[in-house]
């Protein structure tokens, strides 16, 4: 008896393993950002949203709702203009990006000025509103951006949206990286210095809370900078992607009141060349049931990735397989 049910177990085991076999298996790569910023925990909660790996349990049976036979991962990058340049490229299937970015990228104009358009680039939905932080340590006597002039600043890393944005908001201050001290460090690593007595601010463009800022908080005494267009008229009138955005009091610890800045879209970003089904199939997994809930639990940024916003300041192309779904469900005529 003993033997027989070693038999029938093995049997089993063999016969899901052929299952699993038998189903084609493809991989897709969600590229982010920085581990401590938003795009990295918001894309681990995508790709499992959207991964049905064979021998899954159906989603009507309490199992994944993704795409059968998908398995996607989020990978830590330098964040949008490096996913852009990832996916043009061919070594990346899919990525984060800012709407600027992305918009400029695609029609070749702004910081893509001078070089190829990227053509090929297709958006699968709009998530979140990214805000713009401007962290000064709190015994830097640094109250406004025009106070940043002498200062050590961190303007994040090349490749990310966050030094493009950052060099718009310095020049509709009047000012240039001439004028401050300027490095160009992740914002874990610009908080370490901040940390440490060695940058007295850092912009970062991401979704709130942020995890590198909420630890430095935690640890150290910063305050948060207004960012404003009623200052600084030129950004919104030559920059037109920018909207108003408010970091609520209490964000992070020691931020007692509101504070005004300005925000950008986060996109989710592909290539023309994936095929019109997978995409379709992520664009539905997405916005199911079973993912929403994974949102609302996954991070606070999560609940504001809602299908009534997926269409907002989009400033390129859908790609064919997001714009048969959000047809087919009403949100696109």
Not at 114 to 130: F, M, Q
Not at 209 to 221: F, V, W
Request: with cysteine; aromatic share 8%.
């Amino acid at each position: 008896m003993k033997h027989y049910k070693f038999i029938a177990g093995a049997a089993l085991v063999l016969g899901l393993a052929t299952t699993a076999m038998a189903q084609d298996i493809s991989f897709f790569r969600i590229g982010t950002g920085g581990t401590a910023g938003t795009y990295y925990p918001i894309g681990g909660l995508l790709a499992n949203a959207i991964s049905s790996p064979p021998g899954s349990r159906p989603c009507e049976e309490g199992g994944s709702c993704g795409v059968p036979g998908l398995v996607a991962s989020a990978l830590s990058s330098n964040g949008s203009v490096a996913n852009i340049n990832a996916i043009a490229g061919g070594s990346l299937e899919s990525g984060f990006a800012q709407s600027d970015v992305a918009t400029w990228a695609y029609t070749g104009t702004g910081i893509w000025d001078g070089k190829p358009a990227v053509e090929t680039l297709r958006a699968i939905a709009n998530l979140y509103p990214e805000s713009i932080h401007l962290v000064a340590s709190a015994g830097s006597g640094i109250n406004s951006v025009a106070d940043l002039k002498g200062k050590r600043v961190s303007m994040d890393e090349p490749g990310s949206g966050t030094l493009v944005d950052a060099r718009i908001i310095l020049e509709g201050y009047g000012l240039s990286e001439s004028d401050i001290s300027a490095e160009f460090l992740k914002p874990d690593q610009a908080a370490d210095r901040m940390r440490d007595g060695a940058m007295d601010a850092f912009f970062f463009v991401g979704g709130f809370p942020a995890g590198a800022i909420a630890e430095l908080a935690s640890q150290h005494d910063v305050k948060l900078v207004p960012i404003s267009c009623d200052e600084a008229p030129s950004i919104c009138e030559k920059y037109t992607f920018f909207a108003s955005n408010t970091i609520p009091a209490g964000t992070y610890e020691g931020s007692d009141a509101d504070v005004k800045t300005l925000a950008v879209g986060a996109q989710w970003i592909t290539s023309a060349d994936q095929p019109e089904d997978l995409i379709y199939g992520i664009t539905k997994a997405l916005w199911n049931d079973n993912t929403r809930k994974q949102l609302d639990a996954g991070h606070s940024k999560g609940k504001v990735i809602t299908k009534e916003n997926a269409l907002n300041g989009i400033g390129i192309p859908l790609h064919p397989g997001a714009e048969k779904f959000y047809k087919e469900t009403g949100l696109l005529k």
